[in-house]
């Protein structure tokens, strides 16, 4: 099974500033063929259920803010908020969905205002 | 509008019985797989399985086969997580997801649409 680990566990960010979390899985969820990162990122904010805010490592979902981005390749990935809003206050995970028979998430990096 | 709708809170005891329940509808719920993801208080998110609506083609995570059933019933757009004999650890929040497919037809395991989550406690 793919490991997925995040860093850090939580950050603390001013309004406006950039907010950085990183995501390491076990082995490599990019598949040759397709030349496409299988790799997914959710927020999730406290009382409500995930949100999907990419996929295929660095495709926007539809709705989501520009300021959210997504990069990476193979086993190390980022996402990252550029500009901090009060609403990005949330825990984000990431997901591998290369291989199964799990597609196992992260543990999630909690993000805050400074 | 797309969603999906999950059945509400259950308070069980040890041992007993239970299926939740998540309906799908503004999207043709047989061409979709639908998975289950839980959530113990305080904790991250679990990979459960997923079913397909078409044909009840099922996978499951190593960690819940045995303990669970994923099931659907494609003619009322519903899939079902059911325990036989419950236990403390099954504490959760239990979500379900559609797994996203791409306008070109690409199925993705990312999930983009989530039911709203059933609270279960199990405690004697």
């Known amino acids: 099974d793919i490991v997925m680990t995040q860093s850090p566990d939580s950050l603390a960010v001013s309004l406006g500033e950039r907010a950085t979390i990183n995501c390491k899985a076990s082995q490599s969820v990019l598949d040759n063929s397709l030349k496409k990162n299988f790799l997914a990122w959710y927020q999730q904010k406290p009382g409500q259920p995930p949100k999907l805010l990419m996929y295929w490592a660095s495709t926007r979902e539809s709705g989501v803010p520009d300021r959210f981005s997504g990069s990476g390749s193979g086993t190390d990935f980022t996402l990252t908020i550029s500009t901090l809003q009060a609403e990005d206050v949330a825990v984000y995970y990431c997901?591998?969905?290369?291989?199964?028979?799990?597609?196992?998430f992260g543990p999630g990096t909690k993000v805050e205002i400074k | 509008d797309v969603q999906l709708v999950q059945s509400g809170a259950e308070l069980k005891k040890p041992g007993e019985s239970l299926r939740i329940s998540c309906k799908g509808s503004?999207?043709?719920?047989?061409?979709?797989?639908i998975g289950w993801v839980r959530q113990p208080p305080g904790k991250g998110l679990e990979w459960m399985g997923v079913i397909y609506g078409g044909d009840s083609d099922t996978r499951y995570s190593p960690s819940f086969q045995g303990h669970v059933t994923i099931a659907v019933d494609k003619s009322m757009n519903t899939a079902y997580v059911q325990w036989s004999s419950l236990r403390a650890s099954d504490t959760a929040t239990y979500y379900c997801?559609?797994?996203?497919?791409?306008?070109?037809?690409?199925?993705?395991?990312?999930?983009?649409?989530w039911g709203q989550g059933t609270k279960v406690t199990v405690s004697s």
């Open positions: 997801a559609r797994q996203s497919v791409s306008s070109s037809g690409l199925m993705s395991g990312a999930f983009d649409v």
């Open positions: 997901q591998q969905y290369f291989s199964t028979p799990v597609f196992s």
């Open positions: 503004g999207f043709r719920f047989s061409t979709y797989w």
